[in-house]
């Protein structure tokens, strides 16, 4: 009997991987680097190599075979070959990649970071990128020597006081997320500490992260800023904050994200963090979430915490928009005949593969009948209207009662659906009427409801246990 147990616990344990103590000192271990191109060619040249903190994030199945999003990092050993540590991540430049100005050949550079824990040993740095046919291929790869004088070992300088908003356990053993605060004065200081305990309630009373609240700590840091709010380049208001937010994204109405990378970095790493949230000192909507990045909200619209929600779905777990009606800056998304990585969208290229079939009751057709053109009448009546009303340039307050009115007839709406609360496939999802489809007939990624759909919230559970576990 015990001889049993004993070769089940050797098992188990070598079902890990590689063990995370004898290849790694459990500091984190930073390389920021320059990702430059135009739609038809990319480079990435090397910045720095910095050492910061205690590695927040897992400690065991550190080499996942599959991973989510468009590139994928891998460490591996310099002198066996032997896969130590992989991650998938989402870019500002891999958005960026498919707007107008990459295919009007405009050459753009944007710093990235990639974090993992550091090396006993010299190791490779691999970066790679889905092909056309959704194949990892590589597009770098750097070797690193953790012994080496171009590692950076300086302690952090304190750019901000760090604060607990809960604390259930080690970062290691949990989901760290780091809430940034940008655009809000030393004055504005208990508004912010105000901003972050409201909408991390709201992101707490949310399923599953309500269930799963024991699992995850969440710190902040007050960053003092000269003057109030962030830039808005579209209303000709500019402000040096110190996360340097900024609407107009990819020069998108709404889309607010922030290009100072090593800045946001060197602030983050006065804290252990697994994510990063960043609130904004404004009431003008708006928002961006990158998958393994950071997810962004203006703190005082009534839109936030379901802005924070969303767009956090987007960078904890990878989650892709399920919405297809409002204007967004790209221009293809994904090759046609591609299935999708994002665990919540399907091109349905085979019903019998669907990758959330498991989910899918017997009697549900796939792919799964709704009243399309009633959504689209009624998204496209509201779409016009908010036109009407930005051009016209109305206050922030007239958009988001036009918002609410929105969503208080498209809930009904969708909830009569006769395939309603029912995982499918529903057809119209990321940008795309056609080809593309959602799991469920409504969701926090498709509309501004309440709730996320089966599909995402398994998607967020399983984000949730490979940082714990
Ligand atoms: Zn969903």
């Known amino acids: 009997m015990r001889i049993t147990t004993l070769l089940l616990a050797v098992s188990l344990l070598s079902g890990q991987g590689p063990s995370f103590k004898s290849h790694f000192t459990g500091q984190t271990m930073r390389v920021d680097y320059q990702h430059s191109g135009i739609a038809t060619q990319e480079h990435y040249a090397l910045e720095q190599i910095k050492v910061e903190g205690e590695w927040p994030g897992r400690r065991a199945e550190l080499a996942p075979r599959s991973t989510l999003g468009p590139y994928r990092y891998e460490i591996s050993d310099a002198a066996t070959g032997a896969l130590l540590f ?17 295919a009007d050949s405009i050459w753009r550079s944007f710093s990235e970071t990639l974090r993992f824990p550091e090396p006993r040993r010299p190791v490779k740095l691999t970066i790679r990128k889905r092909d056309a046919d959704n194949r990892f291929r590589q597009v770098y790869q750097v070797a690193i020597d953790p012994g080496s004088r171009q590692v950076n070992r300086a302690s952090i300088t304190p750019r901000g006081k760090v604060w607990v908003l809960f604390e259930n356990g080690p970062p290691a053993d949990k989901v760290d997320i ?19 305990q409201q909408l991390m309630e709201r992101l707490f009373s ?17 960053l003092p800023a000269a003057q109030a709010g962030v830039s808005r380049p579209r209303s000709g208001v500019w402000r040096d904050s110190p996360l340097a937010l900024s609407y107009n994204a990819l020069d998108s109405e709404r889309y607010m994200l922030t290009y100072a990378n090593s800045a946001v970095r060197d602030i983050a790493a006065q804290a252990p963090y697994d994510a990063i949230i960043m609130i904004a000192n404004s009431d003008k909507y708006g928002g961006g979430g990158i998958y393994n990045l950071y997810a962004t909200s203006a703190a005082h619209n009534e839109q ?42 399907t091109a349905l290229l085979n019903p019998e593969l669907l990758k959330w079939r498991a989910s899918v009751d017997k009697s549900t057709p796939l792919p799964t009948p709704w ?11 509201y779409q016009r209207r908010r036109v009407a009303l930005r051009s016209a340039g109305a206050p922030e307050s ?41 799991p469920e007939a409504n969701c926090i990624m498709f509309t501004r409801y309440s709730r996320f759909c089966q599909v995402c919230s398994r998607a967020i559970e399983q984000r949730i246990d490979s940082y714990i576990r």
């Open 86 to 102: 992989a991650e998938g991540f989402a870019s500002i430049y891999g958005e960026w990649e498919t707007t107008q100005e990459a």
């Open 178 to 196: 780091l809430v940034l605060g940008d655009g809000y004065r030393k004055k504005d200081r208990r508004l912010f500490h105000k901003d972050v």
């Open 206 to 222: 949310t399923e599953p992260f309500r269930s799963r609240k024991s699992d995850f700590n969440v710190r902040a840091i007050d």
């Open 304 to 345: 936030s915490a379901y802005v924070v929600i969303h767009e956090f779905g987007h960078s904890f777990a990878g989650l892709g928009d399920e919405y297809y009606s409002s204007s967004v800056a790209y221009l293809s998304f994904d090759a046609k005949g591609v299935e999708p990585w994002a665990p919540n969208i």
């Open 371 to 381: 009243d399309q053109a009633a959504y689209d009448t009624l998204a496209n009546e």
């Open 398 to 438: 007239d958009l988001e009662a036009l918002f609410k009115e929105q969503q208080e007839r498209l809930d009904p709406l969708l909830a009569a659906e006769p395939y309603f609360g029912s995982v499918g496939a529903f057809e119209g999802a990321q940008y795309q009427g056609q080809g593309l489809y959602r």
